[in-house]
């Protein structure tokens, strides 16, 4: 039976913490120096452990089991948010590396591995999910070096700057894996407020992102009369009332949408905007509901559009994530896994964050756990796990993890 240490996982966890660590929470954003010094500490702590370990072309950390033609592929991310908690991520990157750890001090089974990845960029500083989107093969190299970042860089311009061009890239080999595990903080309150300990996914929300544009006219704000304006800053401010309305009537049950940045150019209090942004984001688990929602958003804009001396347009994003549901046997592994761990204090629940096993399901069977985030903080230095639920987690995923290779062995 693999055991883990406790002791060494959360040491693991708090030397991964130093790199970044600003006060309680982490400033390790993709591709940052600071990310890259991590990574490379990755690589030997991996290294040390047995595996084949290094850094990708995309940044990935990748490392495997070597002498064996099956393997279960474990792992998160380990960038941060720009003002980013300690464990978003980090967690299940560390519990790859101690139950990789733990599972060769218990001797293994023949013939069958463990992989540990810790993808680059889930959190969408430069280019969301790119480690998980170029393990899966969704893009070529000339198509990565010559995509956009969020800044409008190019990828390939970035990757030189940080040491990574010309470095191959690590593309999934689906006939060697047995399918895919990662932990992580669930991010919101639903576990601690039940009172349990373990979530294990059911589903992954989908997530659409919108930018709406506004395009007035700009002028000065003291000598130009109110009924000759086009202000883009008040029709944009409109708008997303309008919408949240809009959102709140058609919205089910878990929906959620947030008007997450607004934008007036030049920016100035003495002068009318002559352009708006707003950005929006819709999630949830339908796929069918979220096309809907576009569909109903993009009418609306047109209708406003209309009504409105300012020109107004919508931009659908392509960076959107679709809706996944986890792997039923994947998640059968995860279920009798926390039940024997944590009898009676799991909860099968969905996610409202996107994660990178969103990407890795729809090339392997994929599970997921949760352990609970105090006062449900995420995405904030006020983020936090009891040390408690972070060793139990650690040994429901090592238990799931064993039952997989083991009957994969059995076969």
Not at 38 to 59: P, T
Not at 105 to 133: L, N, Q, Y
Not at 252 to 266: L, Y
Request: proline fraction near 3%; include cysteine.
């Amino acid at each position: 039976m693999i055991e883990i240490d406790p002791e060494r996982l959360l040491s693991d966890l708090e030397s991964l913490r130093s790199f970044g660590s600003v006060g309680n929470g982490v400033v390790r954003t993709a591709f940052s120096d600071v990310d890259m010094k991590s990574r490379r500490w990755l690589v030997d702590k991996l290294a040390a452990a047995g595996l084949q370990a290094s850094i990708d072309g995309v940044g990935n950390v990748i490392a495997r089991s070597e002498y064996c033609s099956r393997a279960l592929l474990v792992g998160s991310h380990s960038d941060t948010q720009p003002t980013g908690g300690w464990l978003d991520g980090a967690l299940g990157v560390i519990y790859g590396l101690e139950i990789t750890r733990a599972y060769r001090e218990a001797g293994g089974i023949p013939g069958v591995g463990i992989d540990v990845a810790s993808w680059m960029d889930e959190e969408g500083t430069h280019f969301s999910s790119i480690g998980s989107r170029s393990f899966c093969g969704e893009f070529t190299d000339a198509e990565l070096m010559d995509s956009p970042n969020i800044a409008g860089e190019r990828m390939g311009a970035l990757l030189r700057h940080v040491g990574l061009g010309g470095v191959p890239r690590s593309i999934m080999d689906q006939d060697r894996y047995l399918g895919y595990l990662e932990a992580h903080i669930e991010q919101g309150p639903f576990l601690e407020q039940a009172g349990l300990r373990i979530g294990v996914v059911t589903s992954i929300v989908g997530v659409r992102n919108f930018v709406i544009h506004f395009h007035g006219s700009q002028n000065h704000a003291g000598t130009t009369p109110m009924a000759l304006r086009r202000d883009a800053g008040v029709a944009a401010i409109h708008a997303a009332h309008d919408l949240d309305h809009l959102l709140a009537r058609s919205a089910r049950a878990a929906t959620v949408w947030t008007f997450g940045d607004i934008r007036f150019q030049p920016g100035a209090v003495s002068i009318v905007p002559g352009e708006a942004q707003v950005r929006l984001q819709v999630r949830d688990a339908d796929e069918e509901f979220l096309d809907s929602v576009t569909r109903g958003l993009e009418a609306h804009i047109e209708e406003l559009g209309r009504s409105s001396d300012v020109g107004i347009e919508l931009e659908s994003l392509h960076d959107s994530v679709h809706a996944i549901t986890m792997d039923d046997r994947m998640q059968r592994y995860c279920v009798d896994a926390a039940e024997s761990r944590a009898p009676g204090k799991w909860m099968s629940m969905q996610s409202g964050a996107a994660h990178d096993a969103q990407i890795l399901a729809t090339k392997l069977p994929s599970g997921m756990i949760f352990v609970p985030s105090i006062g449900g903080i995420s995405h904030d230095f006020a983020e936090d796990t009891a040390e408690d639920d972070i060793v139990l987690g650690c040994q429901v995923m090592a238990a799931a993890a064993e039952a997989i290779m083991q009957d994969a062995a059995n076969r």
